[in-house]
Nanobody
Framework: QLQLVESGGGLVQPGGSLRLSCAASKFTLDSYAIVWFRQAPGKEREGVSCITSNGLRTTYADSVKGRFTISRDNAKNTVYLQMNSLKPEDTATYYC??????????????????WGQGTQVTVSS
């Protein structure tokens, strides 16, 4: 069973930063595209960012462009989401998801097949 574990969430003031990590166990991430999603209470799940298996293509939701950066370190079997200039509306549970990608697509699509349990991010003063 593929397992993903998110970490790095917490409470931060508006304007602050957090770095989320998505680590894999029992499989290597280098053949998987990774997508970060988030879901706030009472709202639909939203795709936040995506990175292709080779790390060369990324996609961002309009709401986070210019503030969030996705990256991956396949040697550490981990994908990161650096979140800067955080706003209260970024408050949500953040999930990472993996999708097998043996052939890198022209665009990273925000879909996933294997999910982590999530990490809570709260932006509040």
């Amino acid at each position: 069973q593929l397992q993903l574990v998110e970490s790095g969430g917490g409470l931060v003031q508006p304007g602050g930063s957090l770095r989320l990590s998505c680590a894999a166990s029992k499989f290597t991430l280098d053949s998987y595209a990774i997508v970060w999603f988030r879901q706030a209470p009472g709202k639909e799940r939203e795709g936040v960012s995506c990175i292709t298996s080779n790390g060369l293509r990324t996609t961002y939701a309009d709401s986070v462009k210019g503030r969030f950066t996705i990256s991956r370190d396949n040697a550490k079997n981990t994908v990161y989401l650096q979140m800067n200039s955080l706003k209260p509306e970024d408050t949500a549970t953040y999930y990472c998801a993996a999708r097998l990608e043996l052939i890198v697509q022209p665009m990273c699509v925000m879909t996933g097949d294997y999910w982590g349990q999530g990490t809570q991010v709260t932006v509040s003063s």
